[in-house]
């Protein structure tokens, strides 16, 4: 029988990425894939991927076992709130009474004693998925370079982040999707084992040169004080309770107290066999993103 994977977190940026190195073989016959979704829009997206829709909601328990139903494999992929504790939890749980054999879980890259709350809840969800008994694989990125680009798209003069002068260390959503879909794909390869997922190291200065240099504009790296970024997440609509830990682990990076934030490995190639995507290779991809210069 075809093994059953479903994606969560379908339509947004890592989950997106890793149904998109998946559909060769669902194309193929070898997997089944799911895509879960919330919404009639959602499933509409999917669809036009060429990807097959199942109606899930973290937020509605009574639809989670449906989703799960006959599904071997699923990535867990949650929002960046304190929330995700308690959907964690109800999909765990949904996915154990219908019988869910391995989870990948997208988590995020911390040493295990870390103080910070939002590193702390990932691991948290990490040890439950161990402790009822699923297979399981880690996935542990640092900073995602798409997140960065994303807000350097808007204003493509500039590059404003928290860390001062600080190294920090970054990967893609395509290499995350590479290395969750190559464990969804062969979890007897990839069962038991965390994947700490960061392709290079740099400050966000050299960043900023790169993009000048591929870009072909001057574009200024704009430190802000770690200090002022729990407001500006606020403002923008964070939930405040994470936003909080996330501005208490930035400024531990800005007074450079915290481990492994510009801590490199070769996870993507050693999973994916090819080279992960570094700064210079991401950007040139993307040049077609950016408004003409003169807009």
Wanted: no cysteine; glycine share 10%.
């Amino acid at each position: 029988m075809t093994r059953r994977v479903l994606v969560t977190g379908a339509t947004g940026t890592v989950g997106g990425a890793a149904l998109r190195q998946l559909k060769g073989d669902a194309d193929g016959g070898k997997l089944t894939v799911l895509g879960a979704s919330r919404s009639e829009k959602g499933a509409a997206k999917l669809q036009d991927g060429g990807f097959e829709p199942v109606h899930m909601d973290f937020d509605k328990p009574e639809r989670l076992r449906p989703a799960l139903r006959g599904v071997d494999s699923v990535f867990l992929v949650t929002g960046y709130t304190v929330d995700m504790l308690v959907q964690s939890k109800r999909l765990l749980d949904a996915a154990k009474a219908e019988g869910v054999k391995h989870i990948v879980h997208l988590g995020a890259l911390a040493a295990d004693d870390t103080p910070h709350a939002h590193f702390a809840w990932h691991q948290m969800v990490e040890r439950t998925i161990e402790a009822m008994g699923f297979d399981w694989t880690h996935l542990r990125p640092n900073f995602f370079m798409d997140t960065i680009w994303e807000g350097f798209r808007r204003r493509p003069d500039r590059l404003v982040h928290f860390i001062g002068d600080r190294a920090g260390s970054f990967v893609s959503a395509d290499d995350m999707g590479a290395v969750a879909a190559a464990a969804l794909s062969d979890p007897d390869t990839h069962k038991g084992k965390t994947y700490p997922l960061a392709v290079e190291a740099m400050p966000f200065a050299e960043v900023a040169k790169i993009f000048s240099e591929v870009t072909g504009r001057s574009v200024e790296y704009r430190p802000r004080p770690a200090s002022s970024l729990f407001e500006t997440m606020t403002r923008q609509g964070a939930e405040p309770v994470y936003a909080k830990s996330l501005a208490e682990g930035i400024a531990a990076i800005e007074d450079g107290q915290l481990p492994l934030a510009d801590a490199v490995y070769d996870t993507v190639e050693t999973v994916t066999g090819r080279k992960g995507i570094g700064w210079k290779e991401y950007a040139e991809a993307r040049l077609d993103q950016l408004p003409a210069a003169n807009a």
